[in-house]
Nanobody, 115 residues
Framework: VQLVESGGGTVQSGGSMRLSCATS????????MQWFRQAPGKEREAVAS????????AVADPVKGRFSVSRDNSKKTVDLQMTSLKAEDTAVYYC?????????WGQGTQVTVSS
């Protein structure tokens, strides 16, 4: 199982950014996919999940209405569109999947929101 995030960087407060996660090594269209984030000094937290069919669920309250998750089963990718970014969104963002009873993580991509 491989998960590779891309699209991070630095953006000004109020800006937008799109993260993408390319996957391989498992049946992508048969698994729920999730985005997590971890800010400095804080625990990793779930941001948003998406069903196999592409329906978002479990969107965290701090990002509700600003972040949206989507997937392309033909490309085996899952994206996180982030808008109206705030300084408190600064974190390393990870995509994740549970496969064969074990949770897998990508290497993460840094998102820094400057105020």
């Amino acid at each position: 199982v491989q998960l590779v995030e891309s699209g991070g960087g630095t953006v000004q407060s109020g800006g937008s950014m799109r993260l993408s996660c390319a996957t391989s090594g498992f049946a992508f269209d048969s698994h729920v996919m999730q985005w997590f984030r971890q800010a400095p000094g804080k625990e990793r937290e779930a941001v948003a999940s998406i069903t196999r069919a592409g329906d978002p669920f479990a969107v965290a309250d701090p990002v509700k209405g600003r972040f949206s998750v989507s997937r392309d089963n033909s490309k085996k990718t899952v994206d996180l569109q982030m808008t109206s970014l705030k300084a408190e969104d600064t974190a390393v963002y990870y995509c994740s999947v549970v496969w064969s009873g074990r949770r897998y993580w990508g290497q993460g991509t840094q998102v820094t929101v400057s105020s």
